[in-house]
């Protein structure tokens, strides 16, 4: 496993370089890059085929700066400055443990103020380039594939909000142990939570600027499972906890290696299980007994799901379908997964994981919601 992408860099290419990037982390900020890419891709398609409209926005220009724009300037550049100063004259603490590093108190107070100072200047000279004697307002055009790089921050943020809300509702007696590593901390990522409040937040930004909610779900829902793949290779390259059950069926396929059926996980970041012999240093644990790989059934299931949506999305003609097609295949897939994978069970139904209602529920919006669609086209 490699817990960081030095562990990574380094047994790919033998060369040792200290880098604060947890592999984990690496993958998901990965999948949101060309999550992105396709988002737009299909944004610009469908403003070409008419399905999506030019955004016309009033806008007052010639504004000098304001008390908001100094405010952001100084927090943004101070905690920018504090952290980075100091990362540089103690980059082996960073290294180390970025997350702690990161959420501790230590850092430069003569970098911030620097830093702060720095953003300030410059945020009000742009400022003054653009300055009228008189500030006017304008009409602004926008095509809407331009509004995909908010949409994507909107995104990220309410996403991770939601998924570490959901992955503490999972597992509330970790959460009561220790609240503030449980929220803060950079795994325990719930992906439906993630997907829920970033469905929201993003279909409300969308609609203030008039983008058709059903084209806007359609435009998401392949980029959505691709991104859920590339998130997944993050999760099996790190050993992040997310792996099946104790593999009791191990096939004798010549052809394929043994760890797609059973692994032990060697070197896992959340440093689970038995040391490992004669390893020294961080993360040298690995399971005691061989696991199901399931983020890397994952991966593969995800990557099929997403060719078979990107293939058909040309072909049906009533918007908000492909969504509900990946809502049912996405809810299936993860439906499934749950049945050999480790995770928190509620006492009901003899025994039920969070993912497994959520995912039975989205199979059922999926199937409801492609009936009432196609039958509204067909009226």
């Given at each position: 496993m490699y817990p960081t992408i030095s562990h990574l860099i380094y047994d790919l290419l033998g060369i040792n370089i200290p880098l604060p990037i947890q592999t984990f982390g690496f993958f998901v900020a990965l999948a949101f890059v060309i999550?992105?890419?396709?988002?737009?891709?299909?944004?610009?398609?469908?403003?070409?085929?008419?399905?999506?409209?030019?955004?016309?926005?009033?806008?007052?220009?010639?504004?000098?700066?304001?008390?908001?724009?100094?405010?952001?300037?100084?927090?943004?550049?101070?905690?920018?400055?504090?952290?980075?100063?100091?990362?540089?004259?103690?980059?082996?603490?960073?290294?180390?443990?970025?997350?702690?590093?990161?959420?501790?108190?230590?850092?430069?107070?003569?970098?911030?103020?620097?830093?702060?100072?720095?953003?300030?200047?410059?945020?009000?000279?742009?400022?003054?380039?653009?300055?009228?004697?008189?500030?006017?307002?304008?009409?602004?055009?926008?095509?809407?594939?331009?509004?995909?790089?908010?949409?994507?921050?909107?995104?990220?943020?309410?996403?991770?909000?939601?998924?570490?809300?959901?992955?503490?509702?999972?597992?509330?007696?970790?959460?009561?142990?220790?609240?503030?590593?449980?929220?803060?901390?950079?795994?325990?990522?719930?992906?439906?939570?993630?997907?829920?409040?970033?469905?929201i937040s993003v279909s409300y930004y969308a609609k203030k600027n008039g983008i058709k909610l059903l084209h806007l779900i359609d435009i998401f829902a392949p980029a959505l499972m691709l991104s859920y793949g590339i998130g997944r290779i993050g999760c099996h390259l790190s050993g992040d906890g997310d792996w099946g059950i104790i593999a009791t069926q191990q096939p004798d396929w010549w052809f394929l290696p043994d760890w797609i059926w059973s692994y032990n996980y060697p070197n896992n970041v959340l440093g689970r299980g038995i040391p490992i012999p004669g390893c020294e240093g961080n993360f040298c644990n690995q399971l005691a007994e061989n696991v199901y790989p399931t983020p890397f059934y994952e991966i593969i299931m995800a990557g099929l799901i997403f060719v078979f949506l990107w293939n058909i999305r040309k072909r049906i003609n009533i918007a908000g379908i492909l969504f509900f097609v990946y809502l049912t295949l996405n809810g299936i897939e993860r439906f499934f997964i749950e049945k050999i994978r480790v995770n928190t069970k509620y006492d009901i139904l003899g025994g039920i994981t969070q993912a497994e209602i959520i995912s039975f529920c989205l199979i059922l919006i999926g199937v409801l919601g492609t009936f009432i669609l196609y039958r509204n086209n067909r009226k």
């Open positions: 999550g992105s890419y396709f988002i737009s891709q299909e944004f610009k398609r469908k403003e070409k085929e008419g399905l999506l409209s030019i955004i016309k926005k009033k806008v007052k220009i010639g504004k000098g700066i304001t008390t908001y724009e100094i405010l952001s300037a100084v927090i943004g550049g101070f905690f920018i400055g504090f952290k980075l100063v100091e990362a540089i004259f103690n980059y082996d603490a960073l290294v180390e443990n970025p997350q702690a590093f990161i959420l501790s108190s230590r850092g430069s107070m003569m970098g911030g103020i620097i830093v702060a100072s720095i953003s300030v200047y410059t945020k009000y000279k742009e400022k003054e380039k653009t300055k009228l004697e008189t500030p006017k307002w304008i009409e602004q055009t926008l095509h809407p594939y331009q509004l995909v790089g908010n949409m994507i921050i909107i995104a990220a943020i309410s996403g991770i909000i939601g998924a570490k809300i959901f992955a503490s509702l999972e597992n509330w007696n970790d959460f009561l142990l220790d609240p503030w590593g449980q929220l803060f901390s950079f795994s325990g990522l719930t992906f439906y939570g993630g997907l829920i409040f970033g469905a």
